[in-house]
C-alpha cells in the first residue's frame, strides 16, 4: 500500500512536470471537486493561470458561458 505522503509527493512531482500553460477554472462552491483543491492544482502546475466563479459550482461554464469563453480566448490568445 502506498503511503499518502508518497502518493502526494508523487502527484506534486508530475503536476510540477507539466511544461505547457494550463488553464484551471472551478466555481467557488463546487461539491465533488473541492475548489481548495483547485487552488493546490494550480498552484502546483507551472504557469498555470486559475478562474474561481463566484456563487457557482460544476456549471459554472453554463453560470458564466461569455466570461469563460473570453478568458478560454484569452488564454489560448497567448
Known amino acids: 500500500m502506498t503511503h499518502p505522503e508518497t ?3 508523487s502527484v ?3 503536476l510540477e512536470a507539466i511544461r505547457q500553460p494550463t488553464l484551471v477554472a472551478n466555481g467557488e462552491n463546487y ?3 473541492p ?5 493546490l ?3 502546483h502546475i507551472p ?3 486559475l478562474i474561481i ?3 457557482a459550482g460544476h456549471a459554472f461554464i453554463f453560470q458564466y458561458p461569455l466570461e469563460f469563453a473570453a ?3 484569452a488564454f489560448l490568445g497567448k
Open 71 to 73: 478568458e478560454v480566448n
Open 41 to 43: 492544482l494550480a498552484r
Open 12 to 14: 506534486s512531482a508530475r
Open 31 to 33: 461539491v465533488m471537486v
Open 7 to 9: 502518493f502526494r509527493d
Open 47 to 49: 504557469d498555470s493561470k
Open 35 to 39: 475548489t481548495p483543491n483547485t487552488h
Open 53 to 55: 466563479y463566484p456563487d
